[in-house]
């Protein structure tokens, strides 16, 4: 069935360090492919998504490239700021009956 | 603010009790998902119900059971309770499938069960 693996946490970076959490996916057909985040204490919020292959999703400095040759959507930011320690989750839907959420990377971003 | 709400926000109960989770979906949203969160299990897909029918059946025990109704809320009824089911109860609503495309979910704040 499909599933998303995503690296394991937690992660803790510097402010302005690179970062990179690793996704990949199990799945039949074009899934579309999903970052949430979740900050303390709230629900899961989109930060970006890719709809085909090659797609570059985009939001607030995260980006991420739908490679569907290695099956995998990585997290990147250039410079990560204290404010995005959250729990990242990557995330796919084939049909939109059913989403597949990894299970999450911790990020603790230390000024 | 997603435009979700989740009721109530927290819940305490027994072993062996009965609890009823009320969700309300962002206006214009026809799908309902619930997730269930916990430390051990990650997010946990239950249950998708499209306009009051259901669509999909995750990992939701048959103790557990929901439905969405012509209002387009939904309720999540977990019964018989067990000190494995405290966990984070999320529900997300969506527009659905526009223009061929999955459009994104939008998470409420989340129940947080607590059986005692």
């Known amino acids: 069935g499909d599933s998303v693996t995503q690296m394991e946490g937690p992660v803790t970076l510097s402010e302005e360090a690179f970062l990179t959490i690793n996704c990949t996916y199990t799945?039949?057909?074009?899934?579309?492919l999903f970052w949430y985040v979740q900050y303390p204490g709230e629900g899961l919020q989109l930060l970006l998504k890719?709809?085909?292959?090659?797609d570059k999703g985009s939001n607030k400095g995260f980006e991420a490239t739908y490679r569907k040759e290695t099956t995998s959507f990585h997290l990147e930011k250039g410079s990560v700021q204290v404010s995005d320690s959250a729990v990242y989750f990557c995330?796919?839907?084939?049909?939109?009956?059913?989403?597949?959420f990894g299970t999450g990377t911790s990020l603790t971003v230390i000024p | 603010d997603s435009g979700v709400t989740q009721t109530p926000k927290h819940l305490i109960t027994a072993t062996g009790q009965r609890v009823t989770l009320r969700c309300s979906p962002r206006?214009?949203?026809?799908?309902v998902y619930w997730y269930q969160q916990s430390l051990d299990q990650g997010l946990q897909f239950l249950i998708h119900?499209?306009?009051?029918?259901?669509?999909a059946k995750g990992n939701i025990l048959e103790r557990f059971s929901a439905q969405q109704f012509p209002d387009l809320h939904s309720e999540l009824n977990l019964s018989s309770l067990e000190l494995g089911d405290s966990a984070l109860y999320f529900c997300?609503?969506?527009?659905?499938?526009?223009?061929?495309?999955?459009?994104?979910?939008?998470f409420g704040p989340g129940t947080r069960l607590t059986v005692l």
């Open positions: 997300a609503s969506s527009e659905g499938l526009a223009g061929g495309v999955y459009n994104e979910q939008f």
């Open positions: 799945a039949t057909g074009y899934p579309s």
């Open positions: 890719a709809t085909k292959a090659d």
């Open positions: 995330a796919l839907t084939n049909t939109g009956n059913q989403f597949y």
């Open positions: 206006s214009g949203d026809l799908s």
């Open positions: 119900y499209y306009n009051g029918e259901e669509r």
